[in-house]
Nanobody, 117 residues
Framework: QVHLVESGGGLVQPGDSLRLSCVISGFTVSANLMSWFRQVPGKEREFVAYINWRGTTTYADAVQGRFTISRDTFKSTVYLQMNSLRPEDTAVYYC???????????WGQGTQVTVSS
């Protein structure tokens, strides 16, 4: 059974940084695509970043240059380092396993990120 648990969200001020973590069980991180999506109330879940089995990363235009996705295959953990946070980054962030940049096959429960002064 695949299980994903996100952590690291919180309330920060504009310009601050946060690092989200996603611990995965029942799924081989090194052999699959792992992703981060985010969602605000009333809107569809949107792609943020992914890292594939080769370690290649791809980002949404809105976060390019500010966010970095990485993985630790020994810990079966995926990270999202978020720098220079903006109010428009406020959302629930979801870790995804498998799938593509359009959706994931498995999801975590989400972690809230709020950027506000």
């Amino acid at each position: 059974q695949v299980h994903l648990v996100e952590s690291g969200g919180g309330l920060v001020q504009p310009g601050d940084s946060l690092r989200l973590s996603c611990v995965i069980s029942g799924f081989t991180v090194s052999a699959n695509l792992m992703s981060w999506f985010r969602q605000v109330p009333g809107k569809e879940r949107e792609f943020v970043a992914y890292i594939n089995w080769r370690g290649t990363t791809t980002y949404a235009d809105a976060v390019q240059g500010r966010f970095t996705i990485s993985r630790d295959t020994f810990k079966s953990t995926v990270y999202l380092q978020m720098n220079s946070l903006r109010p428009e980054d406020t959302a629930v962030y979801y870790c995804g396993a498998g799938g593509s940049r359009y959706s994931a096959n498995y999801w975590g429960q989400g972690t809230q990120v709020t950027v506000s002064s």
